[in-house]
């Protein structure tokens, strides 16, 4: 760091054990054009205050672990650098999730929305004896943009209606769900369409849009979510059918 | 042993959306709807007052009204084209071609509807 330079970032502090509420407190930190936030996050709980609490893994933008609001805006700390923000910045933990503890925030309604949508090959019954499950590059593209959420959850920190609603199974979860009911090697569309169709499922949706925005894989969840009512509506439209055919049927027999 | 977790739920207000740029151009899309409402209550008093509409329409305040609510649709047009993309997959140069398409269908059905209000 040959070319340091000083900078103020107020960070939000809470220790539950001492606070009754967060607060803001202001850090310096040294810097030059290669420091991220995750990078000053470090530093200042190595040499300024050891009981500063946040989460952060891969420093490479992959395991999703270091999502903070940084001036408002949700953001990967390892991805965004300190050389953009000039005149200092705020920190805060991600919106729209309780604080456990600094910028430590409880993700674990997140987590369980994910595994409601069941994110993973359903019905298949292709054994490694058959060899190969193979899938056109056509095939691929109609989900691999959805694949490439790392479930980061900053999709949630930026989706005014999971802040307002907390049960709507929100972006990412969604997102996930929709990249299985696309995989041409999946059966289990219709098993997540049930949870999806729920009122907190995809119709909590408003389409701010903003999810996408804030996406650092561009995996564009508001563009799952869309697609998702399209099959949430089909799939309404064709229930309705069944069911009327499924009653002719019934007193066809009947008489 | 008791947990010293005490989770902090930090309350949204109703003015969420006064923070954020693209949260207030989001407010500023979906409040169009007001202006629709305003033209569909116009076109009711058309249906079965014709006689009311044609006086009430020369009103300059109803100019205005009807001005902002072009704008108002214009707009919504405009984010809803930009939008569209998103609820389709389709590979990016089939979007951009039915965007495009949208727009010509668009502006020649209301140049029709101009041309046949105006004969």
């Known amino acids: 760091m040959a070319d340091e330079k000083k900078l103020l970032l107020k960070i939000q502090r809470y220790n539950p054990e001492r606070d009754s509420a967060p607060y803001f407190a202001p850090y310096e930190i040294l810097w030059d054009d290669q420091t991220s936030f995750l990078d000053a996050l470090q530093y200042l709980k190595d040499n300024v205050c050891p009981d500063l609490s946040f989460r952060s893994s891969c420093r490479m933008a992959i395991c999703g672990s270091c999502g903070v609001m940084i001036d408002g805006v949700p953001k990967l700390a390892c991805k965004t650098f300190v050389r953009n923000y000039p005149h200092g910045a705020t920190v805060e933990p991600l919106a729209n999730f309780p604080v456990e503890r600094d910028l430590v925030v409880d993700l674990s309604h997140f987590l369980e929305y994910i595994e409601a949508l069941k994110p993973y090959v359903i019905g298949n019954t292709r054994s490694p004896a058959d060899g190969p499950n193979t899938q056109t590059p056509a095939q691929l593209a109609r989900y691999h943009k959805f694949s490439m959420c790392i479930n980061c959850g900053l999709c949630y920190a930026a989706c005014p209606q999971f802040g307002l609603n907390p049960a709507f199974l929100g972006p990412a979860a969604i997102t996930l769900g929709h990249r299985y009911n696309l995989d041409s090697r999946d059966y289990g569309k219709n098993e997540r369409l049930r949870t999806m169709n729920t009122e907190n499922g995809v119709w909590s949706c408003t389409f701010v849009g903003y999810c996408s925005e804030v996406c650092p894989k561009h995996a564009d969840p508001a563009a799952a979510l869309q697609q998702c009512k399209a099959d ?6 064709a229930s309705v059918l069944k069911c009327k055919k499924n009653k002719e049927v019934s007193h066809g027999d009947k008489t | 042993m008791a947990t010293k977790r005490k989770p902090y739920v930090r309350e949204v207000g109703c003015c969420w959306w006064k923070s954020n740029p693209y949260y207030r151009f989001y407010m500023l899309r979906e409040s169009c709807s007001v202006f629709t409402v305003w033209v569909s209550l116009l076109l009711l008093l058309f249906l079965f007052s014709p006689s009311s509409f044609a006086a009430l329409i020369r009103h300059p305040v109803i100019c205005l009204l009807n001005f902002a609510a072009l704008l108002a649709s214009l707009l919504h047009t405009k984010t809803w084209y930009d939008l569209t993309p998103k609820a389709l997959n389709l590979p990016e140069d089939k979007l951009a071609a039915i965007v ?19 004969l």
Not at chain 2, 101 to 118: H, N, P
Request: net charge positive; hydrophobic share 75%; no cysteine.
């Open chain 1, 232 to 237: 949430s509506a089909l799939n309404f439209v």
């Open chain 2, 100 to 118: 495009k398409w949208l727009w010509v269908v668009t502006i020649a059905f209301s140049a029709l509807a101009l041309l046949l209000s105006l």
